[in-house]
């Protein structure tokens, strides 16, 4: 796809979801996706490989969360894989501080080029665990807005979420469009402290893809042994 038909097709779908982007960005996405598309031939990162569908199932589905993000807070993307929606949400609001993180090194070094490549601003990868890297004093209950895509079942991800947000923050758990483990999740909320503020179901533009986005407002501190180590929120989730 050259960048003529991947400007007309981003802007319509953006437009669509009600979010403006400049031409400047729109060439920032496009370079985005050709070396998401090029690294992959290497090391996989996306199984979705049709311009049309990276536009719609990884730039738009980024952007949905973007009006959850207010100017100048600290925003970190747990477990961001091939940069989302880290990297689309810090192409659209380059003033705010994104923090990308990710257990696999190649990835990490696929997002610094991207960084790199695409000037950006106010970003930066760290490679880690997230139950590691939550336990960390100088992360710990430091950021605004925690957010991830895909990533477990919503009381395991509140589990890696919770703890790196502070008191009067928000998570982001984009989701599909099953509600199940909304329910399962209830004792998470209660002992990590979070509560449901706002369940947004939206419907990708153009198509029948259904997501749920799930704001959490952290009403208290987590208990120090939230996170447990690595590996046990999975194998041993909350309930």
């Given at each position: 796809m050259d960048l003529i038909d991947f400007s007309k097709e981003l802007q319509e779908k953006a437009n669509q979801i009600n979010i403006d982007i400049q031409k400047e960005q729109i060439?920032?996405?496009y370079h985005y996706m050709n070396l998401l598309l090029e690294w992959n031939e290497k090391i996989n990162l996306t199984a979705i490989t049709d311009p049309k569908e990276v536009i719609l199932k990884h730039f738009i589905d980024s952007f949905t969360i973007h009006k959850y993000i207010e100017k100048k807070k600290k925003v970190i993307d747990?477990?961001?894989g091939a940069g989302f929606?880290?990297?689309?949400?810090?192409i659209l609001e380059q003033d705010i501080e994104m923090t990308l993180l990710d257990s696999l090194q190649k990835r990490i070094q696929f997002l610094e080029e991207v960084i790199q490549s695409l000037t950006l601003q106010n970003i930066h990868t760290i490679h880690a665990r997230v139950e590691e890297f939550a336990n960390n004093k100088k992360e710990r209950e430091t950021y605004d807005v925690a957010t991830s895509r895909a990533v477990a079942p919503l009381n395991v991800l509140l589990e890696y979420l919770l703890p790196l947000v502070k008191v009067g923050g928000i998570c982001i758990c984009m989701k599909g469009s099953r509600?199940?483990?909304i329910k399962e999740a209830k004792n998470a909320f209660n002992i990590l402290g979070g509560k449901i503020e706002k369940i947004e179901k939206i419907t990708l533009p153009n198509s029948d893809i259904q997501r749920n986005i799930i704001i959490v407002r952290k009403l208290k501190n987590t208990p120090p042994k939230y996170p447990r180590k690595p590996g046990t929120p999975?194998?041993?989730p909350i309930k």
């Open positions: 060439e920032k996405c747990v477990g961001t929606p880290g990297i689309p949400i810090s509600t199940e483990e999975s194998k041993e």
